[in-house]
């Protein structure tokens, strides 16, 4: 196990004294799959999304790794953006991150917790699943690739109707996790399946705001709500006719949550 290697997308550019969103991927999903829309919407603010290894831009895994191991590759590339001059020390710095990339929020809000001032965790949880159905899906994509969990995934990324209304949004994302090595998708399975941060929630001292998608079955409200009840300062939201990818799903309705979050952009 060890640190991987990840890569980020710089989606918008509000200036040099900006506020800087990271913004984290779902499992199977590219950074700018799933962000694009809400970062067009996101008014003064530059984001950047990041990619999981082997999705998006990320290369892939050669062998597995950990959330914490995930977090820190997080934080050595928000570091790395830093020292090229990308973005500011100055800046203020903010996260969200949907799903797996939401586990991550709350793994860097433990080990890095001045990293950044608030943090956003999106249809997401404390914990996901259990064990055996994360080494169960590992063991399918890695032998059958991941077209094999396309139509199980598209029915729990996506309200009903959201494919019709918006099929080049769907077929984005519906891409970037066919086109995902089913290695890194499979070390990215086992990394959920370790995962269980719900007894040192208390840890966390950043500001956090946990969203649910109405229609989300993987992480429904409830795990929106203890995230917001275990942190020291938190809160929850509900994003209608959503399921579990509401950045993409309701880009308007997350950038007004994600900004009256984080604060006026100047």
Known sequence: MSVPQIKATQLSNAGPDAPVLIAGPSLGTSGTALWSSTAAQLDGYTVIAWDLPGHGNSPEAAEGFSLAELAAAVHGLVDGVVSAGDISASQDLYYAGVSLGGAVGLQLGLDFPQAFRKLAILCSGAKIGDAEGWEA?????????TPAVLIGSAQRWFAE?????????????LHSLQDADRFSYAYCCQALAEFDVRER?????????????????????????????????GRSAVVPDAAHLVPAEQPAVTAKLLSSFFGPAN
Do not use: W
């Open 137 to 145: 899906r590992a063991e399918t994509v890695r032998g059958q690739g």
């Open 161 to 173: 109707g959201f494919i019709e209304r918006d099929k080049e949004t769907s077929a984005a994302l």
């Open 201 to 233: 929630l208390g840890g966390i001292s950043a500001p956090v705001l946990a969203v649910a998608g109405a229609e989300d079955a993987v992480t429904p409200a409830s795990f929106a709500e203890l995230i917001a009840a275990g942190v020291p300062d």
